[in-house]
């Protein structure tokens, strides 16, 4: 069986779509362990080590134990001289003591901190996680001041404060009742492009940039207040 696989423009390739040489092309994919091949399996390993061992100044072995029963969902910027990974989310299965999906190490690369990656990346990992136990609710671990980031998409705090990598935490449900989930990157893509209808869609874009505004304003308040949130698996 093979990877699940669509290529996609990203948020900035929506925008500057007039100008080929200016696109980015996203591959996104759902792998289970087995069907990555070296080359993924490598810069999913590096990404991690990159933005939650060093970027977050947190040390541990980022290497669990836990990636051979987990589903790995990803971005691939194909048209980068040295291809990374953009956004990853692990998504590990319940069981009979703990039932719910666990969404962890969810990251993005800091050039993709300003588009609509990490949306993108959570309605994906979200979808997924429905495909695959349909029914099973999803849990996350949020630093508090992304708690509004996972309200857009349907999660509920249920349990935190507490103290994860030093920073305060709490942990957020969902329970894949509502299958409708938030298609905002669409929306600023077509924004971009229609520029004679930004007048009709401001009224449908303007919260959007009031959410950011607010994950802004929010983020001030902490030391990692430019980076999305970074989940190390631990404290499970």
């Given at each position: ?17 007039r ?52 589903l790995?969902?990803f ?30 190490k ?29 029914g ?60 004679p ?40």
């Open positions: 069986m093979r990877c699940r696989r669509r290529t996609v423009l990203s948020g900035h390739a929506w925008r500057f779509l100008w080929p040489n200016e696109e980015h092309i996203m591959d996104w994919k759902c792998c289970e362990f087995g069907q990555l091949s070296s080359d993924e399996l490598y810069l999913i390993l590096r990404a991690r080590n990159a933005v939650l061992v060093v970027e977050n100044a947190h040390v541990h072995l980022d290497i669990d134990g836990k990636d051979k029963q987990a790995h969902v971005a691939i910027d194909t048209r980068a001289q040295q291809r990374s990974v953009e956004g990853y989310a692990r998504l590990l299965p319940g069981d009979d003591i703990d039932p719910e999906t666990i969404i962890d969810f990251l993005t690369s800091a050039a993709r901190r300003d588009d609509d990656t990490a949306e993108q990346l959570l309605r994906r990992a979200l979808s997924h996680a429905r495909e695959r136990w349909p099973a609710p999803v849990r996350i671990h949020s630093p508090i001041y992304r708690e509004a980031f996972y309200s857009r998409f349907g999660f509920r705090k249920v349990d935190g404060p507490f103290l994860e990598h030093g920073m305060p935490y709490i942990g957020m449900i969902h329970s894949m009742r509502d299958t409708t989930l938030p298609s905002r990157g669409l929306l600023r893509g077509v924004r971009g492009l229609v520029e209808v930004a007048g009709a869609l401001g009224s449908v874009t303007q919260p959007a940039r009031a959410v950011r505004a607010d994950a802004r304003t929010e983020s001030d308040a902490y030391a990692f207040s430019s980076r999305l949130p970074a989940d190390s698996g631990v404290n499970r």
